[in-house]
């Protein structure tokens, strides 16, 4: 089905519990692919103020906080 990306960084409390919250609605369905955003500076200078971002296919999901709703719809395509 494919990949979500989360663009977070380290050290980053509300990306953990994004991360955290999202491996067990996904688990066996989807993979996570994280990316820190510290590690390109175009990833930081698109999402630093933004973090965490979940993107799939393109686009993204939600920011901040995890929108399991959205998850949902995913899984359901």
Do not use: T
């Amino acid at each position: 089905m494919g990949n979500v990306i989360v663009y977070s960084r380290q050290h980053c409390h509300l990306c953990d519990v994004l991360i955290d919250e999202l491996r067990p609605l996904v688990a066996g369905r989807l993979e996570i692919e994280i990316r820190d955003i510290d590690s390109r500076p175009e990833w930081h200078e698109k999402y630093w103020s933004d973090i965490p971002v979940v993107e799939f296919d393109g686009s993204v999901v939600c920011k901040h906080f995890l929108d399991q709703d959205a998850i949902k719809g995913i899984l359901r395509r």
